[in-house]
């Protein structure tokens, strides 16, 4: 948890699509009592508190205005030229999330940076990041974190070719 939350210092804000908007806010909004649920762990509660008061960016065509909140604002329209607003605007970065999204943006050239926790564990099935990018895409490793569980941390840029 605390890569992650260091992570998400990184950027300004998050874009997510609906579905994963709906799962995070699910479990990290922070509940209208003010007091975080019992099952958060003590670790948990830096990103929580983190994600929870981060701006967000939400890219759905099926979500209304009025049902967007938490820090959030919905993104409709031209993903592209929505983006590349979003991205010339001045701070950190934007931080993007889920399995849909992130291959829509690297279809459109518009990651600059890929962070990947790799887990020790074979699952066998499950969504498949990037499955149907339509042109590969080089990368450059340019940080490499290990965890005591034998996860890692890496960190890639397109290749500059």
Not at 119 to 135: C, D, I, K, N, S
Request: charged letters at 25%.
């Amino acid at each position: 948890m605390r890569y992650w939350t260091a992570e998400m210092e990184r950027a300004d804000a998050l874009i997510y699509g609906r579905v994963t908007y709906e799962m995070m806010e699910s479990a990290w909004r922070r509940p209208a009592s003010g007091e975080w649920p019992d099952w958060m762990d003590q670790w948990d509660i830096p990103f929580a508190e983190n994600i929870d008061s981060t701006k967000k960016y939400v890219v759905s065509s099926t979500l209304e205005p009025g049902e967007v909140d938490w820090n959030a604002e919905l993104v409709r329209g031209d993903l592209g030229q929505a983006v590349r607003r979003l991205k010339q605007q001045p701070g950190k970065a934007l931080s993007v999330g889920g399995v849909t999204l992130p291959l829509a943006l690297a279809d459109l050239g518009l990651i600059d940076e890929y962070a990947f926790v790799v887990q020790p564990v074979l699952a066998g099935r499950g969504p498949t990041l990037f499955a149907g990018l339509r042109e590969r895409v080089e990368l450059e490793l340019v940080d490499r974190q290990d965890f005591r569980s034998g996860a890692m941390a890496l960190r890639y840029r397109p290749a500059v070719t």
